[in-house]
């Protein structure tokens, strides 16, 4: 069956006539004659709609239980849709019930085709709402887990790719193994070491952080290795590196990629033997910490292109952790801009939905910019889109007319064959969406 529907009417032939439209298009019905009938069964079972009457009796006051009835149904089970059935679109209370949630109302006697376009949608969205709400919890719990067992340094997020991703770098923190943080531009890699050593077994030991795009050709091996006289007339010029003043503790090198090839070759000999240098010294130190890198280029592809050593890059890479872009984790933007918003200031809805379908190219820094622009330029402390000084690119959206077979049917598997969230994904209505697989061939389920 491709629903399960629940019908509470006092009307026996309108029960009847009912469960016979549904049945013959393959949805499962139950009826009840009362309200508290109707009740009872909600509570013993799972229905995906239920249809119930305006009016019980032939008191015109009968309506009050109609309402009732609505009311305890939405305090019990507030996500399942209600169509209303009544005699009269006149009432005051049908408008009452609308603003209370009531997902559709139907003339007595009603029309069958519209009815079951009604019922079918309602379906789709109440499925969709209840896997959205199961994926939605699951995710609350494992997030849950994951602050009471770890250490997260405040990082802000509600999506799925960075539950995942931290779930992964506080999994990996206790190894002593390197690790490399990769990702665009912007998007928090110095947080996530932060979060990793937060939780690896050097907690309190030093956490030295080097900017590598910082360093000159001529510094890098002074400011990595430390210098022990100035190499020329012998007087004592003392410096620690960063490898010794880690000593115990971790290493991040930011911008490991910005290394030159020689500098990649010294540092690719300390990591082989495990000893460094001073500069200007005869003896060496016994390397000692956990090494942290981040990079904002494809590591892989910069072997390939002979800009990286491949050995510097296997002893690096033993773990990866790769920080999607903020284009690719939408539900942390608004979570994001909350952060970002200093007390008293609020999001209009426009502009919310401005942010939410925005592609930010510089992630998390570009967000953060844009808040803070925008609350320059608002009046009363309320961002409107027009504020954000964003465009969005509708290029990027598949419109009605465009999405191909592979598009429509890469929708409904991720969809997992519902048509409603498949249409959701692909901009179009359910009905739309109907007519071009009707067009492609594409058989429905």
Not at 107 to 130: A, E, G, M, T
Not at 212 to 224: D, R, S, Y
Not at 230 to 248: P, T
Not at 392 to 403: C, K, L, M, V
Request: proline share 3%; aromatic share 6%; with cysteine.
């Amino acid at each position: 069956m491709n629903g399960k529907i629940l019908i509470i009417d006092d009307n026996p032939m309108v029960l009847k006539s009912l469960a016979n439209l549904f049945k013959s298009n393959n949805l499962d019905t139950t009826t009840a004659l009362t309200p508290a009938q109707g009740l009872v069964l909600l509570a013993q079972d799972s229905f995906d709609l239920v249809i119930q009457a305006m009016n019980f009796g032939a008191d015109t006051k009968a309506c009050e239980q109609g309402e009732a009835l609505f009311h305890q149904i939405r305090d019990r089970h507030p996500n399942i849709a209600v169509i209303f059935l009544t005699t009269s679109t006149d009432s005051s209370n049908v408008v009452n019930l609308a603003k209370a949630g009531a997902a559709d109302y139907l003339l007595k006697p009603w029309d069958d085709n519209k009815l079951l376009v009604s019922v079918n949608n309602l379906i789709d969205l109440y499925r969709l709402q209840r896997l959205q709400d199961d994926i939605h919890f699951k995710r609350f719990r494992r997030r849950q887990a994951l602050e009471s067992q770890f250490e997260l340094c405040g990082i802000c997020f509600d999506s799925n790719e960075m539950l995942q991703l931290l779930e992964m770098a506080t999994q990996v923190a206790c190894s002593n193994v390197p690790i490399v943080i990769s990702g665009p531009n912007g998007t928090e890699k110095e947080k996530v070491a932060e979060i990793v050593q937060a939780n690896s077994g050097v907690n309190t030991a030093p956490f030295i952080k080097v900017n590598v795009a910082t360093l000159t050709e001529n510094l890098i091996a002074a400011e990595l290795f430390g210098v022990d006289s100035d190499g020329h007339n012998g007087e004592a010029k003392m410096q620690m590196g960063c490898f010794e003043a880690a000593s115990g503790g971790t290493l991040f090198l930011d911008g490991i990629d910005n290394l030159s090839f020689e500098g990649q070759g010294e540092l690719l000999q300390v990591l082989q033997t495990g000893e460094f240098t001073r500069l200007g010294s005869a003896h060496s130190q016994r390397l000692s910490l956990r090494l942290l890198s981040a990079t904002n280029v494809d590591l892989a592809q910069a072997v390939k292109a002979g800009a990286f050593r491949q050995e510097l890059y296997h002893q690096l890479n033993v773990i990866e952790l790769k920080l999607p872009a903020l284009e690719q984790r939408k539900d942390d933007v608004l979570p994001l801009v909350q952060l970002f918003l200093e007390p008293g200031y609020k999001l209009a809805s426009c502009a919310k939905r401005k942010l939410k379908q925005y592609h930010w190219p510089g992630n998390v820094v570009q967000l953060e910019n844009t808040i803070g622009r925008a609350m320059l330029l608002c009046d009363d402390k309320k961002i409107k889109a027009a504020n954000l000084a964003i465009e969005i690119d509708q290029s990027r959206f598949i419109g009605p007319s465009q999405p191909s077979q592979d598009d429509v049917e890469q929708a409904l598997a991720d969809a997992d064959g519902f048509i409603a969230n498949a249409a959701l994904r692909l901009g179009l209505s359910r009905q739309s969406l109907i007519r071009h697989m009707d067009k492609l061939k594409i058989e429905r389920d």
